[in-house]
């Protein structure tokens, strides 16, 4: 309190984040150059260190399939609400329910993303989405993060109404990809590795850190057993548009197995191009499981995200 100036007379509360600390960042003096956007992290990051920052991606789609941060790939029941991701920037829950009487197999028919408040950029937003229901706008109805300085910062369109969603909120350098097929939604992101990290120990059941609980994974049993068609005629289909047998084809050939429904090959395919798109490095595109369902990639897998780096919020007077 004496460090930073502050008053220790009535209550004092943090004031709202203003971003993503970003480490050699600080003031900038008036003559040198313009401090950099506070509402452009991608930018920031650059000037301060001469190179782009780092990413990290999550994608929740099918029965759910989930492929964390860290490159693991689970296949899950989870059903009810459960945290895809819940940071000191975003908070993102998945609602999911059984694709049939007595399946253990679950579908996401629900996906709420809070955007919390930036002082400098956004007004807190809400965006929910439900199958059928796929809206273009926030809750309260906004395309954008509101009147603040950085509102143009956060913006929401989508390219196939009804069926495709995309949020940009580059100010924590971050999009988000929502679809709906065969009656259930999908979730993909691509976030800033700092942004990702930012969260603390009370915060630590997240699909996109940790994959599924261990209780919440399918077996490997309960992935093969008799589905609504034969398995080769899902492996056909899937194979059409998955000519790879990695971890999205056989998450297809599961999806297509147990509902019957050709059309849940979509979902699959689509969070692969989605996958291609966030992802720098190639070479982790693909994920083949090995026989202890331990899931593995072609390449090195990511080192366990290590502490979050934290952002230190400084009392203001």
């Known amino acids: 309190m004496i460090q930073h100036n502050c008053s220790r007379q009535g209550p004092t509360a943090p004031p709202p984040p203003r971003g993503p600390a970003l480490p050699g960042s600080g003031p900038v003096r008036s003559s040198g150059p313009p401090a950099p956007d506070p509402c452009d992290y991608e930018g920031q990051f650059s000037r301060l260190h001469g190179r782009p920052p780092g990413f990290l991606h999550c994608a929740s789609f099918g029965d759910p399939h989930v492929r964390s941060f860290h490159h693991h790939f689970h296949t899950c029941r989870v059903q009810g609400a459960w945290p895809l991701l819940d940071n000191d920037f975003l908070f993102v829950q998945a609602t999911s329910s059984p694709v ?93 590795e700092d942004v990702a990290r930012a969260f603390s120990a009370e915060q630590d059941l997240q699909l996109c850190v940790g994959g599924c609980p261990p209780s919440q994974r399918l077996s490997r049993s309960e992935r093969s057993r008799r589905g609504a068609i034969t398995m080769d005629t899902a492996k056909q289909l899937c194979k059409e548009g998955l000519p790879v047998e990695d971890a999205y084809f056989h998450s297809c050939v599961f999806d297509v197995l147990i509902s019957g429904d050709p059309n849940f090959t979509v979902a699959a395919q689509a969070a692969l191009e989605d996958a291609r798109a966030f992802l720098p490095d190639l070479e982790k595109l693909h994920l083949f499981p090995s026989d202890a369902g331990v899931p593995l990639s072609s390449g090195t897998l990511l080192a366990p995200l290590v502490s979050g780096l934290f952002v230190l919020w400084l009392c203001v007077q």
């Open 100 to 192: 049939a009487s007595g399946a253990n197999a679950t579908a996401t028919r629900k996906l709420t993303i809070i955007f919390k408040n930036m002082q400098e950029c956004i007004d807190q937003k809400v965006y929910q989405a439900e199958v059928d229901n796929l809206p273009a706008a926030f809750e309260d109805g906004s395309i954008n993060g509101g009147d603040r300085p950085g509102g143009s910062s956060l913006s929401i369109r989508t390219a196939n109404p009804g069926n495709h969603v995309e949020i940009r909120a580059a100010y924590i350098g971050t999009t988000i990809i929502i679809r709906q097929t065969a009656g259930q939604l999908s979730f993909s992101i691509k976030v800033a």
